[in-house]
């Protein structure tokens, strides 16, 4: 019989975050399991999923243990899972998680797979290859088996909340990185929010000749920074926008590679998904094979996103409507 271990890091109030929960979630439908926690601050988390149906709870917890650093959490990460006899290892694929899950699999002697999409018992898990194109399913007989499930890929634990009671496993970590702070952009700047229900996507579309004949790169820089600080969306952008800046031409200052949506760049899972300004060709929308509902806004009703790749697609011009909709979205109170 399988021993299933879900590890978690906490946030810096104590809770857990939603890919965490999602997890768990995932967890709850192989069989019993564990759940073993991270951070400084561990009680709190316990709490918030009591009743989750673990059957126990075990904890790393100091100051050490509350930055992401390699050292100490790989090694928190193997005495939990040593001390639980852990068979299957369910972690979210979060960066810090990324960083150290092939690792903790080497240390126990064991094996990893990231980006799992999907987990059934068995187990059984689901990813894509080929740049999303290929979906496979997969076992495999090596324990410990360590998994790192994609975020978004399952509904959050919700509504689990008590008192838990927690096993305390003691670690002695030590590491020459100290985190002397973190550097960020500004709020108004910052445009990847992996937890946001709406992505937003523009195309090279912005940037090119309006029907006065001229370029009003620093109005759709408004209009879509307006919008994106209204709404709290994410921002993701075709590859044909993030490459004019090495052709020379204007671009949106606050655009880079890591907005890229496609199969040379990222494939989110937000709820619900808005182009603007792109043609919904195939490298691109492949994208978006996670986004549960579709909409996209071209002037042109004969784009890739016409051809069964929209739910819905507004004829429109893209600068009117998204003036239209941060105007609505100032009037509410």
């Given at each position: 019989m399988e021993t299933i271990l879900v590890l978690a890091h906490t946030e810096a109030d104590g809770s857990l975050a939603q890919p965490a929960r999602e997890a768990i979630a995932a967890a709850q439908t192989l069989g019993p399991f564990h759940v073993g926690l991270i951070g400084n601050h561990t009680q709190q988390a316990a709490n918030q999923i009591a009743g989750c149906g673990a059957e126990k709870f075990f904890a790393v917890t100091g100051?050490?243990?509350?930055?992401?650093?390699?050292?100490?959490?790989?090694a928190a990460a193997e005495a939990i899972a040593r001390t639980a006899a852990a068979t299957i290892?369910?972690?979210?694929?979060t960066s810090r998680w990324g960083r150290v899950a092939a690792?903790?699999?080497?240390?126990?002697?064991?094996?990893a797979d990231t980006h799992v999409t999907g987990i059934a018992a068995g187990p059984t898990i689901t990813r894509w290859y080929y740049r999303q194109r290929m979906e496979a399913q997969?076992?495999?007989?090596?324990r410990p088996w360590l998994i790192a499930l994609d975020p978004g890929c399952v509904a959050p634990l919700q509504g689990a909340a008590g008192t838990a009671t927690i096993l305390p496993v003691n670690v002695t970590a030590t590491s020459r990185t100290q985190v002397?702070?973190?550097?960020?952009?500004?709020?108004?700047?910052?445009t990847i929010r992996p937890d946001a229900k709406l992505l937003f996507v523009a195309g090279a579309g912005w940037t090119k000749k309006q029907p006065d004949g001229q370029t009003h790169v620093a109005e759709?820089?408004?209009?879509?920074?307006?919008?994106l600080n209204a709404s709290q969306a994410s921002l993701g952008s075709s590859k044909s926008l993030v490459d004019l800046s090495g052709e020379g031409q204007a671009v949106l200052p606050f655009m880079s590679h890591l907005n890229q949506i496609g199969q040379t760049g990222s494939t989110p899972r937000h709820r619900k998904g808005l182009a603007t300004c792109c043609h919904g060709e195939e490298p691109h929308t492949v994208g978006w094979r996670f986004i549960v509902e579709r909409r996209a806004i071209n002037l042109d009703p004969n784009c890739g996103w016409a051809r069964g790749k929209a739910d819905v697609l507004y004829v429109a011009d893209a600068f009117a409507v998204m003036r239209k909709v941060n105007e609505l979205l100032a009037a509410k109170p």
């Open positions: 100051a050490e243990f509350a930055q992401p650093r390699y050292a100490t959490d790989a290892i369910l972690v979210p694929h690792g903790v699999a080497a240390r126990l002697g064991g094996r997969m076992t495999r007989t090596q002397c702070g973190v550097k960020a952009p500004a709020t108004s700047q910052q759709a820089a408004e209009i879509i920074l307006g919008f």
